[in-house]
């Protein structure tokens, strides 16, 4: 049987985070939303150890996160998935370092943002393997999508590979929405403005169910506004 | 229904229907046919309100309104309905969620009561049962993942729910298995009536052996050139469309 533990950083603690080691056969599993401050969260992770890590922001403010995570051991295994919004003038700033620094771990990454309005978002991932790190598993997605002219977000991915054998994957994209979609909404009747709040949900919904438990799913989607 | 006359349509600058007539009565059932990239989708899409096109000349009435003054929505939730060619996958939006909402606005264009939530669920598995789709696709995201049958399938599921005054199917018939193609032809003629009308985009013969029209049009070069009845498509299968083309002076 696995040790599982649940920890959960809700809004209102400004400037919490925290340090936590995840040992072999135990499994982590970090929910954090805040929507202001600076958030640092480091965690490191034995051979064999899982953690999962779901964040959700939606701020008129300025949030930064910051996750900085070590796969020491072998076969450890890291999930980290987030949502944010920045509206208003609001800045969020998520930074992520995932470092493979034991042979045979995985990692997934999937970070989406959204900006409306003057938000600005930035995300900046790397994904560090180091040279005995074989049969590494790395990916890391980052989308993104604009609802106003003046809105903008920045991402950076980035790589520093210094193993061979090794499969990583990275993807950001920043657009519009899918006008297509909203197209084949409409033509079954939908509104325009119902067409487009469904689809953004919709892009909202795939990371926030990534959180299995249902009330805590709700609370999720509470702050993003789903 | 359907009043089309001299219908100009073009994309970035470039005029893809050039032209067109066309009538459609209560109760009928038309097919279109003509070559890859004669603007049948095209013709199809303005129907629609497809803001990609601008039509540039022309005019359509649709139960007696200006149909090209109309929204997009307006016009589906008057019941013209168009299935896609290419049916667009909608992640994260669950087909359930997204029905509701289509239902609830046809039914109030409709003058009919919402339905509650027990009855829509009843509504949906009904209707998934007329085109022999799995019940479990509703829960799903909209088309994601979806075969391409199932993709076809679900054009026609969403017909059945929204009960449509006039449908403009493109190419539903396409990509589709023997089984699959009687199922959703079963389906769309469990769908008509005296009050509503189907268009049919296709390629093929094969389909019209299930759905029989009443007419057959040949749309090439963004014209209508030439119209028959259900014989038309025969002859069209056996000798293509060269006899009509070679004629056709533009
Ligand atoms: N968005 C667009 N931009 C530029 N050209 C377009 C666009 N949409 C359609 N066209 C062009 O218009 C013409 C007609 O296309 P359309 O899709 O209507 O043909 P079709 O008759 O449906 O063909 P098919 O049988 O292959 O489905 C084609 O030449 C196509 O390239
Ligand atoms: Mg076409």
Redo the contacts between chains.
């Keep these: 049987m696995s040790d599982k533990r649940t920890i959960i950083l809700r809004e209102g603690c400004a400037g919490c985070g925290g340090e936590w080691q995840v040992a072999g056969g135990q499994s982590l599993e970090l929910y954090q939303l805040c929507s202001e401050g600076t958030h640092s969260v480091r965690l490191s992770l034995e051979a064999g150890a899982h953690a999962k890590v779901v964040f959700a922001a939606a701020t008129e403010g300025e949030l930064s996160y910051d996750y900085q995570i070590e796969l020491c051991g072998e076969g450890a295994e890291v999930e980290l998935y987030g949502v944010f919004v920045a509206r208003g003038e609001g800045r969020v700033r998520v930074h992520t370092e995932m470092r493979h620094n034991a042979p045979g771990c995985h990692s997934d990454q999937q970070v989406r943002g959204i900006a409306g309005e003057r938000g600005y978002g930035l995300f900046d991932g790397l994904v560090y393997v180091a040279p005995d790190a074989q049969k590494t598993e790395a990916y890391q997605q980052s989308r993104n999508v604009l609802l106003a002219p003046t809105a903008r977000i920045q991402t950076q991915p980035q790589l520093e590979i210094y193993a061979d054998d090794v499969k990583c994957s990275h993807g950001a994209t920043v657009g519009q929405m899918n006008e297509e979609q909203i197209y084949y909404m409409r033509q079954r009747g939908l509104s325009e403005e119902d067409a487009r709040r469904l689809q953004l949900g919709g892009f909202m919904q795939e990371i926030v169910d990534k959180v299995t438990d249902d009330a805590l799913r709700e609370e999720f989607e509470r702050v993003v506004g789903l | 229904m359907l009043k089309v006359k001299n219908l100009h349509a073009s994309v970035d600058g470039k005029e893809i229907l050039r032209g067109i007539d066309f009538e459609v009565k209560a109760g009928e059932v038309h097919a279109i046919m003509g070559p890859n990239g004669s603007g049948k989708s095209t013709f199809a899409s303005v129907l ?4 990609k096109f601008e039509v540039t000349a022309g005019e359509v009435e649709y139960d007696g309104k200006n149909l090209l003054e109309m ?3 307006e016009r ?2 008057e019941g013209l ?2 299935g ?1 060619q290419y ?7 669950s087909m359930a ?2 029905m509701k ?2 239902v609830a ?2 039914r109030k ?1 409709q003058g009919l009561e919402p339905l509650t939530a027990g009855q829509m669920l009843k509504y949906m598995r009904e209707k998934a049962a007329v085109v022999e789709l799995d019940a479990k696709l509703m829960n799903r ?2 088309n994601e993942g979806f075969s391409g049958g199932e993709k076809k399938k679900n054009e026609i599921f ?1 017909m059945a729910m ?1 009960e449509p005054r006039l449908s403009l199917l493109d190419e539903t018939d396409s990509g589709l298995d023997i089984d699959a193609l009687r199922i959703v032809a079963t389906g769309v003629n469990k769908l008509r009536s005296e009050n509503n009308a189907t268009v049919l985009i296709t390629h093929y013969q094969r389909l019209l052996d299930y759905i029989v029209p009443d007419f057959v049009h040949v749309l090439y070069k963004g014209r209508i050139i030439y119209s028959g009845g259900k014989e038309l498509a025969l002859k069209l299968e056996k000798e293509g469309y060269d006899w009509l083309i070679s004629d056709y002076k533009e």
């Design positions: 629609a309100g497809n803001e929204s997009i929505e589906a939730r309905f168009l896609f049916p667009v996958e909608i992640p994260g939006v969620n997204f909402l289509a606005e046809r264009a995201a909209v969403q929204l």
